[in-house]
């Protein structure tokens, strides 16, 4: 079964600070995708970064990059410089070759002034 | 009971036809969307319904017509299919939650390839 664990409902980070969201996701395919999405209140999901298994390079999008760490079977993304405007609902998740997008249940993030 | 259905699974196709993909979720959501995925995995939001009014429109070819009959279903109308058009189309739904927080749930996914 194909399943994405958020184990973090809600996390605060300072203004300029880093935080590092966690996701563990567990998949028997060999081939398949992670993403975090961050979901603003018009509750569109935006695509912040993604990581394709069979690439050992973490990725990384400006502020945003991920620690893949796929033996343990963890993708936690880690936002460094925290905005205002990165506050949202995070999401993680997966996706094998038959198309189908699990995600994880979410991280509400607080950027504090 | 799957939450967002979406039909039919896989499509092929020719430039040129007319097709179109049906979505339905049973969670009483009051917003519902369609997404595009591209070749890279890219997702991108293409059109949102909140209680069967249009809110969200991006730029998308007016070839693509969405439909709302009732706030359980969401279908998309392609006219004039190109290859461009090859994707997989994603139909999510999600309500905001008492304690603030919003449930989304998505579809499986439709796999177009026009040919």
């Known amino acids: 079964a194909q399943t994405v664990t958020q184990s973090q409902p809600e996390m605060s980070v300072q203004e300029a600070e880093t935080v590092t969201l966690s996701c563990t996701y567990d998949t028997s395919e060999s081939d398949y995708y992670l993403f975090w999405y961050k979901q603003p209140p018009s509750r569109q999901m935006i695509l912040v970064i993604r990581q394709e298994a069979y690439k050992q390079q973490n990725a990384t999008e400006n502020r945003f990059s991920v620690n893949f760490q796929k033996a343990a079977k963890s993708f936690s993304l880690k936002i460094s410089d925290s905005q205002l405007g990165d506050a949202a609902m995070y999401f993680c998740?997966?996706?094998?070759?038959?198309?189908?997008?699990?995600f994880g249940k979410g991280t509400r993030l607080h950027i504090l002034p | 009971d799957t939450a967002v259905s979406q039909t039919p699974k896989y499509l092929v196709t020719q430039m040129g036809n007319d097709k179109s993909i049906k979505c339905e979720q049973n969670l009483g959501h009051d917003t519902m969307y369609w997404y595009k995925q591209d070749s890279k995995k890219f997702l991108k939001i293409m059109f949102s319904?909140?209680?069967?009014?249009?809110?969200i429109n991006e730029t998308v070819p007016n070839r693509f017509s969405p439909k709302s009959p009732d706030k359980a279903h969401l279908n998309l109308h392609i006219n004039s299919l190109e290859l461009g058009d090859s994707a997989v189309y994603f139909c999510?739904?999600?309500?905001?939650?008492?304690?603030?927080?919003?449930?989304?749930?998505f579809g499986q996914g439709t796999r177009l390839t026009v040919v």
């Open positions: 998740a997966s996706q094998n070759r038959d198309d189908k997008i699990i």
């Open positions: 319904y909140n209680n069967k009014e249009l809110i």
């Open positions: 999510a739904s999600s309500t905001r939650l008492r304690d603030g927080n919003t449930e989304a749930f």
